[in-house]
């Protein structure tokens, strides 16, 4: 499965249209809506994140909504853990939804696999110590956007 986030922004003349659903209905793409604000004949913003079963079937929806005027940033983040301020309480599992934090039992040891991270920067905020870090490579898209 092919997971990425990228950042929408339609056009003020489009924000009345599906564009989502046929992602879904037409590239069988499922998605999870990070943050939106989409009004009427007004520029709209969505972060989003894609799943596709390949790459292709993404950029072939993503090619879709190009076409259409929508502008499709990727939301370039690195997220890694800071080990030594880490102390294990598993927060951040809660709230990721790429499986890339989770809890390994019996140990009960809380697991980062960047590989699986998709970096949508959830699990930032979450943490109690803030072991979690994220760097982008346009800081103004994650302080503007995302917090």
């Given at each position: 499965m092919y997971t990425q986030i990228y950042i929408l922004r339609f056009p003020k003349d489009a924000s009345d249209q599906p564009y989502i659903y046929?992602?879904?209905?037409?590239?069988?793409?499922?998605?999870?809506?990070?943050?939106?604000?989409?009004?009427?004949?007004?520029?709209?913003?969505m972060i989003i994140e894609l799943?596709?079963?390949?790459?292709g079937n993404v950029k072939s929806g993503l090619d879709y909504l190009r076409n259409l005027g929508v502008r499709v940033e990727r939301m370039a983040a690195r997220i890694r853990r800071d080990d030594d301020n880490c102390f294990q309480c598993g927060a951040c599992t809660?709230?990721?939804?790429?499986?890339?934090?989770?809890?390994?039992?019996?140990?009960?040891?809380?697991v980062f696999d960047?590989?699986?991270?998709t970096g949508c920067g959830l699990c930032v905020p979450i943490c109690p110590v803030r072991a979690m870090e994220v760097s982008l490579n346009d800081e103004r898209i994650f302080a503007e956007y995302m917090i």
């Open positions: 046929r992602l879904v209905k037409e590239y069988d793409i499922e998605f999870n809506i990070l943050k939106a604000d989409i009004l009427l004949q007004r520029e709209g913003l799943k596709g079963t390949s790459k809660g709230v990721c939804s790429s499986g890339a934090l989770y809890v390994k039992r019996p140990e009960m040891a809380v960047a590989e699986k991270c």
